[in-house]
């Protein structure tokens, strides 16, 4: 009976310290979240990463710091007016998504993040478009066959995509501002499947289809 008695207790002791830091991880996570979605600088996003790696580094076998420390790293890349640095910054937001994929490898959140990488990088040289505006299309037509599905983010990147691919090529205004509806639509029915998984865009979305309908 004793020997019962250590044993549900070691285990209550166990359930207990998981579970306190579950609760630790989720309140780690939901407030850098926050601050990540309201960053506006690149330091913001910066520290935003450092924050995201630090909580990944604990949290080895969770996607979603590991995305979000990527996606911070990305939206730095976007903010950054030095395009010398740009490569770096894609190189080290590369390897954390990398990682994410690897904990869940059909996921349409991360396969979006890695064509808005390709994005990122666009914006050093233009001339990079002839490759890797291709591969980034190819990566959003791959996203929309993944989970989760009707993704409001691969269709707001793929409207960004068409609106600046040449009419003769099938892109053009009307078919950017299409697919930004379409975009308008997932997210008024989208939900993560968890308080930590990503859901950011909507006001841009909403931005750019008040500027592009002008």
Do not use: H
């Not at 950054?80 to 990398?98: F, N, P, R, Y």
């Not at 002839?130 to 066959?145: D, I, N, R, Y």
């Not at 078919?175 to 865009?201: H, R």
């Amino acid at each position: 009976m004793k020997k019962i008695t250590a044993i549900t207790l070691l285990f209550i002791a166990i359930t207990n310290s998981i579970f306190a830091q579950s609760e630790k991880y989720q309140e780690f996570m939901k407030k850098n979240i926050a601050t990540v979605y309201t960053a506006a600088t690149t330091d913001d996003f910066q520290n935003a990463a450092n924050n995201f790696e630090r909580i990944a580094v604990a949290e080895k076998e969770q996607w979603q710091p590991y995305y979000f420390a990527g996606y911070s790293l990305v939206m730095k890349a976007f903010f950054t007016k030095d395009k010398s640095q740009v490569d770096g910054i894609c190189d080290k937001a590369d390897e954390l998504i990398a990682i994410a994929e690897s904990l869940n490898n059909n996921n349409s959140e991360i396969t979006t993040l890695k064509a808005m990488v390709l994005q990122a990088r666009l914006s050093v040289d233009q001339s990079r478009g002839m490759t890797m505006g291709p591969k980034s299309s190819m990566l959003l037509q791959q996203a929309l066959t993944q989970q989760p599905a009707n993704n409001p983010r691969t269709y707001t990147q793929l409207a960004q995509t068409m609106y600046y691919t040449p009419t003769a090529f099938g892109g053009g205004k009307d078919v950017g501002i299409g697919m930004l509806k379409k975009a308008m639509a997932a997210y008024e029915t989208f939900k993560p499947a968890s308080e930590l998984d990503p859901n950011w865009g909507k006001e841009y979305a909403e931005g750019l289809l008040a500027q592009w309908s002008k």
